[in-house]
């Protein structure tokens, strides 16, 4: 493991931040240490991949973060379990992690569609935090269309939803294209979830598009009697909402025919190294940075240091 001392921040376990390990160097893993790296709250302690020569990996060696080639293996060696760690890797992989790591007190966060820990949608599962130590943010369509769907269904009487997103093939990594039946199955189960209709159903689009297209997820639901202002006002509230951790979301067609509903989001990405159109990774990513910094917050007042919620 090469070694180096972030330059802002203090050394791993202090008082005052919360260490965290990233585990995957693709889009995802480099831009979750981007955004780690801008948190007042969270040191990135290692960022873990299996490559030695990946850019990931590069990427972080340059923010002057500790990197290892070693894979889970290496998160396993370190001298005190992390506070948390982010998981960016794949579906398969999160399950060995978990099990690898389930009887030690780190908060996994999983970027996979695995569907084996406790789902959270900021919007919808509140700004606290989870209760349980493998947190899994679904997918990043679940991600999007999950906070309109839950407000349509908390709203209204929903007969049918059906979410399809659209992603562009140059930020599809391998990961999310060897995780596309884990995809629609964890988005389809978790949109269940979260909005008690039976009959539901997930697309993912890979766009080969030149340029690139932008991420956007649309939320077609079947709503009896529905109204077009109140159906607007329940959608443009979900979306401020989620503005508040994700400020690239927004609305970009609302239009109700008879019983038929479609709403059309769009997602920039904010980030330092993402490009504007990979939104898909900036949403799911700021979502787990929003988790990592709430069990900070936990961690802070459990210690009595004052953390920042």
């Given at each position: 493991?090469?070694?180096?001392?972030?330059?802002?921040?203090?050394?791993?376990?202090?008082?005052?931040?919360?260490?965290?390990a990233v585990i995957g160097t693709g889009a995802i893993g480099q831009d979750l240490v981007s955004k780690v790296h801008r948190s007042p709250v969270l040191d990135c302690a290692l960022v873990v991949g299996r490559n030695p020569d990946s850019a990931g990996l590069a990427h972080a060696a340059r923010l002057g973060y500790p990197t290892s080639a070693g894979g889970i293996e290496a998160v396993l060696a370190a001298d005190r379990p992390f506070d948390v760690l982010l998981d960016a890797t794949s579906a398969a992989a999160h399950v060995?992690?978990?099990?690898?790591?389930?009887?030690?007190?780190?908060?996994?966060?999983?970027?996979?569609?695995?569907?084996?820990?406790?789902?959270?949608?900021?919007?919808?599962?509140?700004?606290?935090?989870?209760?349980?130590?493998?947190?899994?943010?679904?997918?990043?369509?679940?991600?999007?269309?999950?906070?309109?769907?839950?407000?349509?269904?908390?709203?209204?009487?929903?007969?049918?939803?059906?979410?399809?997103?659209?992603?562009?093939?140059?930020?599809?990594?391998?990961?999310?294209?060897?995780?596309?039946?884990?995809?629609?199955?964890?988005?389809?189960?978790?949109?269940?979830?979260?909005?008690?209709?039976?009959?539901?159903?997930?697309?993912?689009?890979?766009?080969?598009?030149?340029?690139?297209?932008?991420?956007?997820?649309?939320?077609?639901?079947?709503?009896?009697?529905?109204?077009?202002?109140?159906?607007?006002?329940?959608?443009?509230?979900?979306?401020?909402?989620?503005?508040?951790?994700?400020?690239?979301?927004?609305?970009?067609?609302?239009?109700?025919?008879?019983?038929?509903?479609?709403?059309?989001?769009?997602?920039?990405?904010?980030?330092?190294?993402?490009?504007?159109?990979?939104?898909?990774?900036?949403?799911?990513?700021?979502?787990?940075?929003?988790?990592?910094?709430?069990?900070?917050?936990?961690?802070?007042?459990?210690?009595?240091?004052?953390?920042?919620?």
């Open positions: 493991m090469t070694a180096t001392t972030a330059p802002h921040s203090p050394a791993v376990g202090t008082a005052h931040r919360t260490s965290v060995e992690h978990w099990r690898l790591l389930a009887d030690t007190p780190t908060l996994l966060v999983d970027l996979t569609p695995s569907k084996i820990g406790q789902m959270v949608v900021p919007t919808v599962t509140g700004t606290h935090g989870p209760t349980g130590r493998d947190v899994s943010l679904i997918s990043c369509g679940g991600q999007a269309s999950i906070p309109i769907a839950h407000g349509l269904a908390e709203r209204f009487a929903v007969d049918y939803i059906e979410v399809v997103s659209t992603v562009a093939s140059t930020i599809a990594g391998r990961a999310t294209r060897l995780n596309l039946d884990e995809y629609v199955a964890t988005t389809q189960h978790a949109l269940t979830t979260f909005t008690d209709v039976p009959e539901t159903k997930a697309i993912l689009n890979i766009s080969p598009a030149v340029p690139p297209a932008t991420f956007r997820t649309a939320v077609h639901a079947v709503i009896p009697g529905a109204d077009a202002d109140a159906v607007r006002s329940v959608v443009d509230a979900v979306a401020a909402r989620v503005r508040e951790f994700a400020p690239g979301y927004r609305v970009i067609a609302c239009a109700v025919a008879g019983d038929r509903v479609v709403v059309s989001v769009e997602v920039i990405a904010d980030s330092d190294v993402l490009p504007h159109y990979a939104g898909n990774l900036d949403i799911i990513n700021s979502a787990a940075i929003l988790v990592a910094e709430q069990h900070a917050a936990r961690l802070g007042r459990a210690a009595g240091t004052g953390a920042r919620s």
